[in-house]
């Protein structure tokens, strides 16, 4: 389906509207932390609600949009009280649904509830994972977590890596999936494409001088000459465990698959 038949209205709405200041992967010491990074079109923030703000209410989706800011497309709802939100919209969404953020509600995309109240194999997306904190994982474009079992007070979820593990039964969840699942297969056109997105061109280390890069050195198209791939700095870069918090490995059943 064409872009301009999905979105609803041209204009997003101006009070739900920030400016961010452009880091381009810098720190706040103005030192790059990561690479490849810079320019871009100019773009305002769309303040999303990720948490329950509207608890007990319903709200009409009045327009589809479109968010530069992420892969996924956003709806713009109206509560009874006519206060306006912003929020991640649902695959297969559509303008004048209706959806509801209650402890418990009706099994239906959009809906908003607690995980304890959804029957084993929902969709759910955008999860709590801290009570009362709003949504932190599952809200990439297309991506759904599947509810496996309620087992006390935790409920098990089936993740997009196909990782389970467990999350509070009191925490909130909406059903469905996020909308564009069709992005994973979206290829960009020309080099000025990447550019307006603000990467900036990425040169392979092997082709650089030894002094510049790990993987440096070597005529020609050679392999990279090391036992193994290392980071710019000299670090090892595959099989190495990158999970810092390590405290939340007692919620994984199962781990994630690699390759």
């Known amino acids: 389906m064409a872009k301009?038949?999905?979105?609803?209205?041209?204009?997003?709405e101006k009070k739900l509207?920030?400016?961010l200041k452009k880091r381009a992967g810098r720190s706040k010491?103005?030192?790059i932390t990561v690479r490849h990074k810079g320019g871009g079109v100019k773009r305002l923030y769309r303040i999303i609600s990720f948490g329950q703000e509207e608890l007990g209410k319903k709200g009409k989706v009045i327009a589809l949009e479109y968010d530069p800011y992420r892969a996924a497309y956003i709806m713009l709802?109206?509560?009874?009280d006519g206060k306006k939100y912003y929020r991640l919209a649902p695959h297969e969404i559509k303008v004048g649904d209706t959806i509801e953020i209650n402890n418990k509600a009706e099994i239906k995309t959009g809906n908003r509830m607690r995980l304890k109240n959804m029957p084993i194999g929902t969709e759910v997306f955008n999860i709590e994972l801290i009570p009362q904190k709003g949504g932190q994982i599952v809200r990439s474009a297309g991506t759904s977590a599947q509810v496996l079992a309620h087992e006390g007070k935790y409920t098990n979820l089936l993740m997009p890596s196909k990782e389970i593990r467990k999350v509070l039964a009191?925490?909130?969840a909406t059903v469905g999936k996020v909308s564009r699942p069709e992005y994973r297969y979206e290829k960009l056109k020309n080099a000025g494409q990447t550019r307006l997105k603000g990467k900036r061109p990425q040169v392979r280390g092997s082709v650089m001088s030894p002094r510049a890069h790990p993987h440096g050195g070597g005529e020609g198209k050679t392999?990279?000459?090391l036992s193994h791939p290392k980071?710019?700095?000299g670090k090892p870069a595959i099989g190495t465990k990158t999970r810092k918090?390590?405290?939340?490995?007692?919620?994984?059943?199962?781990?994630?698959?690699?390759?």
């Open 245 to 259: 918090r390590k405290w939340t490995e007692k919620y994984i059943i199962k781990k994630r698959f690699r390759k």
């Open 223 to 225: 392999t990279i000459g």
């Open 77 to 80: 709802l109206e509560y009874e």
């Open 17 to 19: 509207l920030k400016r």
């Open 231 to 233: 980071t710019p700095w």
């Open 29 to 31: 010491s103005g030192r």
């Open 170 to 172: 009191e925490n909130f």
């Open 4 to 12: 301009k038949k999905i979105f609803t209205k041209s204009k997003p």
